[in-house]
Each structure stands twice: as C-alpha cells, then as structure tokens.
T-cell receptor
C-alpha cells in the first residue's frame, strides 16, 4: 500500500515567521510532487509542484524535495493569517496514480 | 475564463434515492476525476477517466457510477447502494495522465443524505 504521510497538526506559527510543512512518501519510484492549499469548506487549490531534487521557489513559497530520504516539504515565509488553511501533499507514483496525504492544518497567529 | 463547474453546490436527498452530481470543464483537459472527502480526511478517488467513453474505478467505486460521453462532462451518480453517501464531492481535471500534470478542482458539491 503506497502511502503519503503528513502530520495532521494543527501547526501554529506566529505571523511573520516561517511555516514548515512536511510530507513523506513510501514509493521510491515517485516522480512528481504537489502541494495544495484547502480553506475550510472549499476545494483544494494548487500552490506549486516539484519534480527535481532541491528547492523550488515561488514568491513566499518554497518546495523542497529530497528523493533519497523520500520527503518533500513546503516552506511559507512571512506567514500571514490568510495562510491559515489545510495543506495537502500529493505524490504521483510510478504508476502515474496520485496519492494524497490527509493534510496538515496550519494556523497563523496574529 | 476556463475552469471546472460543479453543480449543485449543496444537495439534499433522502436515503434510497439515486442522485447525480454534475461536472463540466472547459479547460480542454483529457483526464477527469471524482474524489470524495470526509471531515478531517484526505481525498479518496472514486473514478477517473483518461479519454471519452472510458473510465476506471478508483479506491472507493462501490455504490457510484460515472459516464464520459463528452470530453467536457463527467457526471457522477451516487446510488442507493452507497452506504455512507454524505460527504464533500470534488471533481478535478488534468491535461493528461502524465507525471507532471497537476489536478485542477471544481468548487465541490456537498451532499447530505438523510
């Protein structure tokens, strides 16, 4: 059973600080990795995706991928109250199927 | 603007009735998906389709049915055989079933069965 694991949280971070969200996956053959943000009662929206080892930056967001250790993380710099949401990690495995984590609830405290 | 439209936003049904959820996309995407989300849980795949007139079961297909007669449309029927149908249903699409294609979601339909 292929799995994607996330700490359910809630993760509480002061406004202006860096929020760090982590995700581990079991299928070593996985090739692409996605981070989605989901506000309460809303549908998920894509934040960013990453394929290669290392860092990928987009504005205040940085995705980090380490295939050897089988983890992907999302850093949010200068956290804002509007960043409070559940963050879903999704991994496309070696069979092209998308495996979802259960999400981490992030709370940014003013 | 391109996007995915799900309707209705809220749906209420009595137990024992079949109900059909609508999903339409104008993104010209080949692949479409249906997910179910229960409170505090992640997304579970119900059905997906990579091409017109073809679809595959996901992890929790029992009690559900779909059709893909047009590229733009992928309706989901929740049948009376589904034991716990109350949930948030999400339709998504992607350009193709490739490694790099992200999913784009509709706004969801919240189904309540009593």
């Amino acid at each position: 059973q292929k799995e994607v694991e996330q700490n359910s949280g809630p993760l509480s971070v002061p406004e202006g600080a860096i929020a760090s969200l982590n995700c581990t996956y079991s299928d070593r053959g996985s090739q692409s990795f996605f981070w989605y943000r989901q506000y309460s009662g809303k549908s998920p929206e894509l934040i960013m995706f990453i394929y290669s080892n290392g860092d990928k930056e987009d504005g205040r967001f940085t995705a980090q991928l380490n295939k050897a250790s089988q983890y992907v993380s999302l850093l949010i710099r200068d956290s804002q109250p509007s960043d409070s949401a559940t963050y879903l990690c999704a991994v496309r495995d070696s069979n092209y199927q998308l495996i979802w984590g259960a999400g981490t609830k992030l709370i940014i405290k003013p | 603007d391109g996007g995915i439209t799900q309707s209705p936003k809220y749906l209420f049904r009595k137990e024992g009735q079949n109900v059909t959820l609508s999903c339409e996309q104008n993104l010209n995407h080949d692949a479409m998906y249906w997910y179910r989300q229960d409170p505090g849980q992640g997304l579970r795949l119900i059905y997906y389709s990579q091409i017109v007139n073809d679809f595959q079961k996901g992890d929790i297909a029992e009690g559900y049915s779909v059709s893909r007669e047009k590229k733009e449309s992928f309706p989901l029927t929740v049948t009376s055989a589904q034991k716990n149908p109350t949930a948030f249903y999400l339709c998504a699409s992607s350009a193709a079933l490739t490694l790099g294609s992200p999913l784009h979601f509709g706004n969801g339909t919240r189904l309540t069965v009593t």
